[in-house]
């Protein structure tokens, strides 16, 4: 998550209108036909500009819903929905959140990179924002509200609706992050972490995203004192489920309309876009199926 070239860095583009998602895809398509060549880097960067566009028409569905703590859940969310919760509001705790302050590195590392960028990749966004809504039962609403002040590329329809959904308020699969399983798949050696966490620069990669197992002594040894120099985690920390193995869902959880934690359990169920870590595919492009419409025009 650190550089140039790991993300398009379109989106502050695409939310101020300069380019739209129609010209880009059409030029991911046009690479695709004139060198041949068909990866998961331009297969992902059109299904997050479809997930751009469905956010879009969402909003215009469901309206003002989607600012609403019950998001378009409405009543269903007050016991009725697998999705439902109690939402607290802890300020110190919302506070530490926004400074990155949490106890939880990649966590941290994100919002302080907000903070200073106004940029977080999309990894981070969704890590950050199941931290808050799920992990810290907090009020969804105030995560959005933070975004949309700091983000250069801040569009109202994906900002709100992709919390709404995060929080588990629009009815669909509740993904629930691990965010140390996150850690270590999307950030192995720590370098993220050290750079924006510099507090944490000299513990080794063992420790770097989990720092709460530091002894005393190895805390001394490495130069960070947890709850001095950096916070215990605000909340109770949980195992990477490595032991327990992985079944490629990027180390959240996702919940059927029973409640129940749900996997594919398909060993078949394989597709080369997918990366390890990454998401089920939306099924409009399980098999990369997109066309355009000949509007006369590449904007």
């Known amino acids: 998550m650190l550089g140039a070239d790991y993300s398009t860095k379109f ?14 895809a059409q030029e ?3 690479y695709e036909s004139e060198t041949g060549i068909v990866n998961k880097s331009t297969y992902w960067v059109v299904f997050e500009l479809l997930w751009g566009c469905f956010f879009r028409m969402f909003a215009l569905k469901y309206g003002n819903q989607i600012f609403f703590l019950d998001g378009t859940l409405g009543r269903q969310a007050h016991g009725s929905h697998p999705n439902s919760r109690r939402w607290g509001l802890n300020p110190k705790h919302l506070q530490a959140w926004k400074e990155g302050r949490t106890g939880y590195p990649l966590v941290d590392a994100n919002m302080r990179e907000l903070h200073a960028t106004g940029f977080m ?43 709404c959904s995060a929080a588990g308020m629009t009815g669909g699969r509740l993904n629930r992050f691990n965010i140390v399983k996150q850690s270590k798949d999307y950030d192995k050696e720590g370098e993220y972490v050290r750079h924006w966490c510099p507090e944490l620069a000299n513990v080794p990669t063992k420790f770097i995203h989990e ?9 001394k040894e490495y130069g960070v004192r947890l ?10 920390p949980t195992s990477d489920g490595s032991s327990g193995g992985s079944s490629g869902n990027g180390g959240y959880k996702n919940y059927g309309k029973d409640g129940k934690s749900r996997s594919s359990g398909k060993k078949n169920d394989y597709n080369p876009n997918r990366g390890r870590g990454q998401r089920k595919d939306m099924k409009s492009l399980k098999q990369g199926s997109y066309q355009f419409r000949d509007t006369g025009d590449n904007y």
């Not at 709850?227 to 109770?236: R, T």
């Open 28 to 30: 991911c398509k046009r």
């Open 227 to 236: 709850g001095v120099d950096y916070p215990n985690p605000l909340v109770p």
């Open 121 to 163: 990749s999309n990894r981070g966004r969704q890590n950050v924002a199941s931290f808050l809504a799920i992990d810290m039962s907090t009020d969804w609403r105030y995560g959005a509200d933070h975004f949309e002040s700091l983000l250069v590329d801040h569009d109202v329809y994906a900002n709100w609706g992709n919390w």
């Open 11 to 24: 989106s502050p583009w695409l939310a101020h209108g300069c380019i739209s998602p129609r010209f880009i």
């Open 211 to 219: 720092p709460w197992k530091l002894t005393k002594d190895q805390q």
